[in-house]
């Protein structure tokens, strides 16, 4: 892991990767896309675009700009959707996954809670039948989480 992203916590050095991000997928760095990307990169969750929203209060670009700015970052592999919840989609940071398989999701049966479990090995599923390809393989997990574990 980078020292930038060790630095996040700092204002400027979020900037200075959301900028990166942007030049690495060629991508304008118009407000809307500085604004939300910013949003994803201050979160270690997954967060729902009404989040990035509340995130970034007076300075949200509308939904619907909120959404195409997401589209974007999906489309050049940057943000990926994490898992659907309650019908709501959560978003977050394309990184450390392969192009394949993402990290799986930790949903706490008792809090609720959901959680990116960034260190898990799981192979990609191997299909006998012939005619599937594989493109893409989430997994998500339920159990108890460390707080409700007890
Ligand atoms: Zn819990
Ligand atoms: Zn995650």
């Given at each position: 892991m980078s020292a930038v992203e060790k630095e996040t916590h700092n204002g400027y050095t979020h900037k200075q990767k959301v900028a990166e991000l942007l030049k690495a997928a060629k991508l304008r760095q118009t407000h809307p896309r500085l604004a939300v990307l910013g949003a994803l990169i201050a979160t270690n969750t997954p967060i729902s675009r009404q989040q990035?929203?509340?995130?970034?209060?007076?300075?949200?670009?509308?939904?619907?700009?909120?959404y195409r700015a997401l589209e974007c970052f999906m489309d050049k592999g940057i943000v990926h959707q994490a898992f659907l919840k309650d019908r709501t989609a959560y978003f977050?940071?394309?990184?450390?996954?392969?192009?394949?398989?993402?990290?799986?999701?930790?949903?706490?049966?008792?809090?609720?809670?959901?959680?990116?479990?960034?260190?898990?090995?799981?192979?990609?599923?191997?299909?006998?039948?012939?005619?599937?390809?594989?493109?893409?393989?989430?997994?998500?997990l339920e159990g108890l989480c460390p707080d409700c574990n007890d």
């Open positions: 990035i929203a509340d995130t970034l209060g007076d300075n949200a670009p509308d939904k619907v700009t909120i977050e940071l394309g990184h450390n996954c392969s192009k394949t398989q993402c990290h799986p999701h930790f949903t706490c049966t008792s809090c609720k809670k959901t959680v990116c479990i960034k260190d898990a090995k799981i192979p990609l599923a191997e299909i006998s039948d012939q005619g599937f390809t594989i493109k893409h393989q989430k997994v998500e």
